[in-house]
């Protein structure tokens, strides 16, 4: 039988100056996380710190005129537009006029699907904080563990890992899992990250004196955990091999938090592959993704 039902109600998740965010429907006002609908208000100035999506984000401007911006270009949006951001996608959304937009995510917005760059802003820090606590049934969680109890924030899905280009060859000729050459001396974990984008950061520290073409590789968590027993901890970020980390991921700067896959990478669980673009020795980009 097909049913009608009243699922939720508007309910809001954001109330700052110059923004506002009323859900529709989604983790928080519908207890649904199949998608989300929200309504949101900004004035003109007002904007957003850059944002990751882990998931793909349909806006309808309804009012004004939004400015995003991304590392390959800006693209402006009018009242009447609808914008479609894919998930893996690194933008920043700026207000050039008083806005209204309805935006349309699948699957559901969930804070750790969204990841934001709030810097030092403290208003920032707090819808962050606010949006964490609204999606863990009103408590505040600080869960960074591969299975976190119900309830409680859910680490990224969607996990990067960057390699060269022969390594990954060999792995699919042999048709075994794939293993970094710093596997063992870094502790028996493939380094991965759930931001793409600072795959290049990552590249531009480590790899730079490394020639030849290296890949970005997408699989997630869930699958390696279920199909392959293979587990991933989000832990401080760490050494690859005998060089050290930049002091700009660590606090006060920045906070990296970084997926350790404790196991290879099979095959089999990747999903798609991303060709690492470079000029000279320097890492620029990831070709259809960042």
């Not at 929200?38 to 349909?58: I, M, R």
């Not at 006029?97 to 990841?115: K, T, W």
């Not at 810097?119 to 920032?124: C, K, T, W, Y």
Request: hydrophobic content about 30%.
């Amino acid at each position: 039988m097909v049913g009608v039902s009243i699922v939720g109600c508007r309910t809001r998740v954001v109330d700052a100056p110059g923004l506002s965010i009323d859900e529709l429907a989604g983790n928080v006002s519908s207890r649904e996380d199949r998608i989300s609908i929200a309504h949101v208000v900004a004035k003109q100035g007002t904007s957003e710190p850059y944002l990751t999506l882990h998931y793909d984000e349909w806006i309808c401007v309804v009012k004004g005129q939004i400015k995003f911006q991304t590392s390959t270009g800006d693209l402006i949006a009018n009242a009447g537009d609808t914008v479609c951001i894919e998930t893996g996608t690194r933008f920043q959304p700026l207000f050039l006029q008083d806005s209204e937009y309805i935006p349309v995510c699948l699957p559901a917005f969930r804070p750790d699907r969204c990841v934001r760059e709030d810097g030092d802003s403290e208003e920032g820090k707090s819808i962050s904080a606010n949006l964490k606590q609204l999606h863990s049934g009103g408590k505040p969680s600080s869960s960074t563990t591969d299975n976190p109890s119900s309830g409680e924030e859910q680490p990224p899905e969607m996990l990067y890992h960057m390699t060269t280009k022969v390594e990954w060859q060999m792995a699919k000729t042999n048709n075994s899992a794939y293993f970094p050459k710093t596997f063992a001396q870094d502790g028996d974990y493939t380094h991965a990250t759930g931001v793409p984008s600072r795959l290049v950061e990552t590249a531009n520290h480590f790899y730079q004196d490394l020639p030849g073409e290296w890949v970005c590789l997408q699989f997630r968590r869930s699958i390696l955990r279920n199909q392959y027993g293979v587990v991933t901890r989000d832990e401080e970020a760490m050494p690859v091999g005998q060089k050290k980390i930049s002091d700009d991921w660590t606090a006060p700067k920045r906070n990296w938090i970084c997926p350790h896959v404790y196991g290879g990478i099979p095959i089999g669980c990747v999903e798609r592959e991303y060709p690492m673009t470079r000029d000279g020795t320097k890492y620029t980009g990831i070709a259809g993704l960042v």
